[in-house]
């Protein structure tokens, strides 16, 4: 039974593709991909598509794709019904409380607010902490809101940081560690079950070596 495979585009698919290409994938439509949307695989009974992070778990929720690689920080905020199978270990990065360096956030007394493109996160870290907080929904460049004084703090995604430090936020607290992520919907579970296991164990295969070339 052919497999559908939901790829994560933007910063996750360069490196999701040279995984498959390792796994000796038939990848090379999704390489040269121009305009296309849909990637046979030229080895492999796959179709590949490549769709927003989000969009990756409706996909996969619905069975339109078996599989999908996705961002553990679209996961956690996301609908939760597939299976969260393997950890890829690309795309690290982790999600992080910051604020501007003169405000002691965490031992703020009474209502803080919070600036995230990611309120289901920021909320739950907030309430494992038993503070008060209000949540104010953010799209993009969520660093401009505690400069411009929208909120008193941040939770977003740091990957070099560069981003904070350029606008001068500080890090308060490591929320929790985010990597690529391979989901797999219920149903295909059960009724391609060879074919969802022969597409893990590959990766995985690749995982175990790029674990061992950085010991
Ligand atoms: C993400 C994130 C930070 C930045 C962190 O934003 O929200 O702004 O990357 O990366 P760094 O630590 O390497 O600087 P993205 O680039 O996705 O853009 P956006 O703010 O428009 O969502």
Redesign the pocket.
Known sequence: MSLSVALTKGRLEKKTVAMLERCDYGIEKLKDKGRALVFPDTKKDIRYFLVKSNDCLTYVEHGVADIGVVGKDTILEGSKDYYEMLDLEIGK?KFILASLPDIDLLNKVGHIKIGT?YPNVARDYFHSKGMDVEIIKID????LSPILGLCDGIV?????????KENGLVVLDTVCPISARIIVNKASFKLKRQEVMNFLDDLKGIVEENAQSNL
């Open positions: 990065c493109k993009g460049s969520v660093e977003d995604i740091m990957e070099t940081g560069t981003t904070l």
